[in-house]
């Protein structure tokens, strides 16, 4: 083989470290299904045998014989490989949902602290009022001002309640 047919090779993918690199990736797929909750397991799309597999390699509980059943369903995943695809693609749309999630969920925490800092209280209610029109702009004045006063946790737990609700009705 010449000098440049084995750099196509390698380019292409058909190497034996490019086939290493994806039997890794078939694996830690493997042990992402065995770590992910029951209820998005259910959402995937899979087969009876593969569903017994993988519950066989959830439920082993000695490391090594754990490591071992976990390289076995990669074998298993290799073998379907039109359902592999599907479920990473399934867990990729997982992925993205539950990181725009957090995203929102952090940012409804900082515009709360926002709130119950004196410092930032103004600029906070003005961005929160005109995000959430409908929220109630005296009554979240009134408990960021308890948690001002009286470093009230009730108060700010309640004002963080009231911006994820709003929230909702606008992703409704």
């Known amino acids: 083989m010449h000098r440049h047919e084995e750099e196509e090779v390698r380019s292409l993918g058909r190497g034996r470290s490019a086939k290493k690199r994806e039997a890794k990736a078939i694996e830690e797929l493997a042990l992402r299904l065995t770590e992910i ?39 298993v995943l290799r073998g379907h490989e039109e359902q592999r695809l599907a479920i990473e693609a399934a867990l990729a749309g997982q ?9 929102a969920f952090h940012h409804l925490e900082e515009l709360r602290d926002r709130l119950c800092a004196t410092e930032t209280f103004e ?18 004045a009134r408990l ?14 309640e004002i963080f309640r009231r911006l994820r609700k709003a929230a909702e009705v606008i992703e409704a």
């Open 37 to 75: 909750t029951v209820s998005e397991l259910g959402k995937l799309p899979k087969s009876p045998e593969l569903s017994k597999e993988i519950e066989v390699a959830r439920s082993t509980k000695g490391h090594s014989s754990r490591k071992r059943q976990i390289k076995h369903l990669a074998g």
């Open 95 to 103: 992925s993205v949902s539950q990181r725009q999630e957090t995203l």
């Open 123 to 140: 600029a906070a209610l003005t961005e929160a009022s005109t995000t959430y029109p409908h929220l109630d702009a005296g009554k979240l």
């Open 144 to 157: 960021a001002r308890s948690v001002h006063e009286y470093n009230d946790k009730k108060a700010a737990r």
